[in-house]
């Protein structure tokens, strides 16, 4: 997978973005390249830790909906076929 800037102009990447890898990671549990991976659209989080996701958003009272996580994927993913 190729990185890009246009991981963070999504509303999860925005989110992300906001609040930093470390915090949003610990949040769930999970190591920062589990993040960097969902990020990258290299792995797609599980309906669970979307879930958490959704939840630590809630938290900083941010709106961030399962929905826009998918989107997230799925756009860095056309990005990166776009960018072959």
């Known amino acids: 997978?190729?990185?890009?800037?246009?991981?963070?102009?999504?509303?999860?990447?925005?989110?992300?973005?906001?609040?930093?890898?470390p915090a949003i990671?610990?949040?769930?549990?999970?190591?920062?390249?589990?993040?960097?991976?969902y990020l990258s659209g290299r792995t797609e989080p599980r309906r669970t830790m979307i879930g958490k996701i959704v939840l630590s958003a809630r938290a900083r009272a941010v709106k961030l909906s399962p929905s826009d996580i998918?989107?997230?994927?799925?756009?860095?993913?056309?990005?990166?076929?776009v960018a072959r």
Do not use: I, P
């Open 1 to 21: 997978m190729v990185w890009t800037r246009n991981q963070w102009t999504t509303r999860f990447g925005k989110f992300v973005d906001r609040f930093g890898v």
């Open 25 to 37: 990671a610990s949040d769930l549990g999970v190591h920062r390249a589990t993040l960097y991976n």
């Open 70 to 81: 998918h989107r997230h994927t799925a756009f860095v993913r056309n990005e990166q076929e």
